[in-house]
């Protein structure tokens, strides 16, 4: 039996208080003036069609003594249900005032018991008395109990964060920060952002609406894991607004655990690997049979199933019943064979394919915002002080504030924060540059909290305290190698024991109990940490063991490069270029754990870490690994960049970058290494670099910046659609001085990023395209682009559409076009800028001699605004291209752009969709294209222009409606 606790009587009062505003009273005087028992009456055949459970009212009234056994015997011995819940009625109204109140508390408490009566609860404005607040409610419907009973241990499960050591417990409520979660259309566009954990399963950004599954991705410490468990405690406490009765969650690295004869059900993977009933387990099942809709899977972890297999090949299984593979189990669920109608919540790392027809939405990660890491860092640290003391270091160091938008990253940095300011005077955190510093400093902390010597005690190095415990870690570092080439990130007690890994290792905090996965819970298995300490612990192992020779250390980085050569680097290339050839490969498939592995080990074995290892391992091995990485990745890039197409871009040569470009600049920066940098910027061949799409962070600016000062020659950068934001724009600080061309459209950028490119780019005046769409710029940020457009006398292009300027930023950005000479295109798309905006660059068109296109589309310009610039145009003798969609223009203001066009002969064309103009203006147009025969489109359509009324323009086909 569930008892289902009262609301206290302070949030009761809270609830009658907000009853009794004006439009309430009528409903609430009801209730207060009016008996209870009148009230049964009233709405009695509702209630006899509605209650479908008389086994909960009955139990509860007899517990609390308001009717006796015999009399809920005899109200049970009628032969239909209607008949039972009418006697009911009656025998509740025979009992008084008081029973009739308890009655209707128990259908008010128990509304997973009765929910087809929460509307009427509603209407009525009920709320429990005093008196009633006193009275617990006993559920005993089986389904009711499970659903609390999952709820129950879900709390349990996803109260704490387990942090730092396994006995160390954070509430998660103190801990948890939103992250910056983005709508994916079905081509990798961003589509918008999610703002609360629920609208993940409304209609918004719905690619496939037959399908059911909410697939989410991120990179490697993003956050994938910790936002599951935010929505399962949420749920738990019934504070996610989704409609959601059953929550099973699952990791999926529960699917490696079985072995290729095993079958399992769904019932069986249901109720044996997640939550088992007290009763009733076949009634149930059959209720969640009945209301799929009702239940939701969460699945984190896909890329880590380990198996080979195609996804095509898994047969159709539409039987909750039928025992099969695991694997293909899912995979019927996640298609919708199983269950149909169920939700489904996938996450997996960034690259992990899955088929769009098995997608309903698709989410990115895409870590900490600006705003994010300052809700964090104020939860994390409560001191005002050393919440200053942190944000000035952190603003001191851009590199190590950009990895704080990777919240794993910003909890260790925190956390070696957090222990220097207990146990130093001063922390030390920010003379560290690479993510190899961070997590060598997170292995030193976690020593030294194990041991009594604190890190503030004299002669205690890094080196050394490495050195007392190298036994530990090479044994962890073994164990992760192992299991990094065999993509395992799960290991069974006996793997452990192998291994021999001691408790004391264990309480290190490195490897944490990860839960049981046999059905029974019958044997423990353990992880580590997070899926990048295992590779650091791997890495650390590959340089300390002298028995690994070079060429194995050159191995790893050949499992990253594999695209690179042969047919597989083919299939890459077609993909970037748009095409889709078939090429079996395992759908689960992803090498983000050798990639963090041969990340580390840069770090590991740059020449600044050589004094780390003199005490773990000889100088020679060392040497002889370092070299080799050190050629290795020089070729790399060299071999990436000239196997990719190159393709002309207005005077650039411009190539396309995969995602694997960004890793290997991510290593090269580990390395600190001049020479190797040096190396890299000569083997770039082509003059204009496209990173769009490829999840670049603000951190890794640092590492395209550290190759790009380097080149000689001036080079083109576009990074478009990425999450660089303010701290790259910071970054890329050393290598403004070569860039020709900045695209950062869709990145989070900011005023304060305006500010910085303003500041670089005006030093040296060599930019000629800005792209800035779809950032957060406002009027304060637009002052600093016309800086940028006035000063710059080669800019020729300014893409800023969909940003947050209005008239104030669109009359400066307008002043600045007016000036320069070299402007020829201006992308204003999706701002509001309004008439006094539109007037503003009326003057700026007016007599331009440079301005060939124009986009000021969806900026809420109206008739006054609309009539200057048709004007101004008239004495304008550049513009070809002028886009003026979805605003507010009306046939007045097609009048006065036919007017134009009867002197105007150099607009080409005149975009006008979704306004305001009617039949009317559509025939101004049609008159003036008698006599102006230069331009060669108008289009208009998305107005208020019937078909009937179209056809008398068909003979006109520059008229586009």
């Not at 989410?363 to 944000?391: I, M, R």
């Not at 976690?446 to 530990?472: P, V």
């Not at 724009?729 to 050393?734: A, G, Q, W």
Request: hydrophobic letters at 40%; a neutral charge; one cysteine or more.
């Amino acid at each position: 039996m569930v008892e289902v606790p009262d609301s206290s009587s302070e949030n009761a009062c809270a609830s009658m208080d907000s009853l009794c505003q004006p439009g309430m009273q009528q409903q609430v005087s009801f209730i207060l003036t009016h008996s209870f028992i009148k009230l049964l009456k009233v709405h009695r055949e509702l209630l006899v069609d509605c209650i479908k459970n008389t086994e909960c009212v009955l139990n509860n009234l007899m517990k609390h003594k308001y009717i006796s056994n015999e009399e809920a015997e005899l109200s049970q011995q009628h032969p239909t249900q209607a008949a039972k819940v009418r006697k009911i009625l009656d025998l509740v109204a025979s009992k008084g005032e008081e029973t009739a109140e308890y009655f209707l508390h128990i259908l008010y408490q128990a509304n997973e018991v009765y929910t087809d009566l929460s509307p009427w609860l509603k209407e009525i404005q009920y709320q429990p008395s005093e008196c009633m607040q006193s009275k617990s409610v006993i559920i005993t419907d089986a389904v009711c109990q499970y659903i609390q009973k999952i709820k129950h241990d879900l709390r349990q499960d996803t109260k704490f964060v387990t942090s730092y050591v396994q006995k160390e417990d954070i509430l998660l409520d103190d801990t948890y920060a939103e992250t910056l979660m983005e709508l994916i259309n079905a081509v990798n566009e961003t589509k918008g952002t999610i703002s609360h954990l629920e609208d993940l399963f409304n209609d918004t950004g719905v690619i496939n609406e037959d399908a059911e599954t909410v697939f989410v991705t991120g990179d490697a410490g993003v956050g994938k894991t910790i936002l599951l468990q935010r929505l399962q405690n949420l749920w738990s406490k019934g504070e996610l607004g989704a409609d959601i009765k059953f929550f099973f969650k699952f990791r999926c690295r529960i699917f490696n655990s079985f072995k290729e004869e095993d079958k399992i059900s769904l019932r069986d993977l249901m109720f044996k690997y997640n939550c088992y009933p007290d009763k009733d387990a076949d009634e149930i099942f059959s209720y969640i049979r009945q209301h799929p809709a009702s239940v939701l899977f969460t699945l984190d972890g896909f890329d880590e199933i380990n198996i080979d297999c195609d996804l095509n090949d898994i047969p159709d299984i539409s039987s909750p019943f039928d025992p099969t593979h695991p694997v293909a189990l899912l995979m019927n669920l996640l298609r919708g064979k199983l269950l149909k109608g169920s939700k489904k919540l996938l996450t997996a790392r960034t690259g992990t394919n899955l088929p769009l027809r098995m997608v309903r939405k698709r989410v990115t990660l895409k870590g900490f915002s600006k705003e994010h890491l300052l809700q964090y860092l104020k939860k994390f640290f409560k001191n005002k002080t050393h919440q200053t003391l942190v944000l000035t270091q952190l603003e001191a160091n851009p590199h190590l504030c950009s990895l704080c938008s990777v919240p794993l990253f910003c909890w260790i940095i925190f956390k070696c924060y957090e222990h220097f300011q207990s146990t130093c005077s001063s922390p030390r955190l920010l003379n560290y540059v690479t993510l190899t510093d961070i997590y060598l400093l997170m292995l030193e902390v976690f020593l030294n909290r194990s041991s009594k010597a604190g890190l503030h005690k004299k002669n205690n190095s890094q080196s050394e305290t490495f050195k007392a415990k190298r036994g530990t870690l090479m044994r962890l570092g073994k164990l992760a190698k192992e299991g990094i080439e065999n993509n395992n990130f799960i290991f069974s007690q006996e793997q452990i024991t192998a291994a021999k890994i001691s408790e004391e290792d264990l309480q290190l905090g490195f490897v944490k109990t990860a839960g049981h996965y046999d059905g029974c819970g019958n044997q423990s298995t353990h992880e580590f940490l997070h899926l990048t300490l295992q590779s650091f612990f791997a890495a650390f192992f590959l340089v300390v063991d002298e028995e690994i020779s070079a060429k194995e250390i050159i191995k790893f980085f050949a499992k990253c490069d594999s695209n690179l050569t042969g047919a597989r680097a083919n299939v890459l290339l077609l993909r970037c270029l748009g095409y889709n050839p078939h090429h079996r490969k395992d759908p689960f498939e992803t090498n983000e754990h050798l990639q963090f592995t041969t990340l580390f080990l840069c770090g590991l074995l740059s020449k600044i870490k050589r004094n780390l290892f003199k005490h773990l391992a000889s100088t020679r091995s060392v040497q002889r690994k370092r070299s080799a990485l050190k050629a290795y990745l020089a070729d790399c890039v060299k071999l990436h960049l000239k196997n990719l197409p190159q393709a002309p871009f207005e005077e650039f040569l411009r190539v396309q970058a995969l995602p694997r470009f960004v890793w290997l600049m991510r290593y090269i920066f580990e390395t600190q290494s001049e020479a190797v940098a040096s190396l890299a910027a000569k083997g770039i061949c082509a003059d204009y670099i496209k990173l769009t799409y490829c999840n670049a962070f603000s951190a890794d600016c640092s590492a395209i910046a550290n190759i790009l000062r380097h080149r000689k020659r001036s080079i083109a950068l576009e990074l478009d659609n990425n999450n660089i934001n303010d701290y790259g724009v910071k970054e890329l600080i050393p290598c403004f001085d070569k860039l020709t061309v900045v695209r950062l459209s869709v990145n989070q950028v900011t005023d304060d990023g305006a500010k910085v490119l303003a500041e670089e780019l005006t030093k040296y005046k060599i930019i000629k395209i800005l792209g800035l769409y779809r950032n957060q710029i406002t009027d304060v940020g637009a002052q600093f682009v016309a800086r940028v457009v006035e000063e710059c006398p080669c800019l020729r292009t300014l893409k800023i559409g969909l940003n947050k300027i209005t008239s104030e930023g669109g009359k400066l950005l307008a002043q600045a076009i007016q000036k320069s000479k070299a402007i020829k295109d201006v992308g204003m798309w999706g701002n509001q800028i309004g008439d006094a905006g539109a007037i503003a660059f009326a003057e700026a068109i007016r007599n331009h001699l440079s301005l060939k296109e124009l986009s000021l589309a969806a900026n809420g310009i109206s008739t006054e605004g609309g009539k200057s610039l048709a004007t101004a145009l008239r004495d304008n003798k550049s513009l070809e291209i002028f886009w003026l969609t979805e605003n507010l223009l009306n046939d007045e203001v097609a009048k006065i752009f036919t007017e134009t066009l009867r002197v105007n002969k150099s607009l080409l064309h005149l975009w006008l969709i979704n306004n305001k103009i009617t039949e009317v203006g559509a025939n101004h147009f049609f008159e003036i294209l008698k006599e102006n025969t230069t331009i060669k489109e108008i289009c208009l359509n998305g107005n208020s222009i019937s078909a009937e009324e179209a056809k008398k323009f068909e003979k006109e086909k520059r008229i586009v409606l």
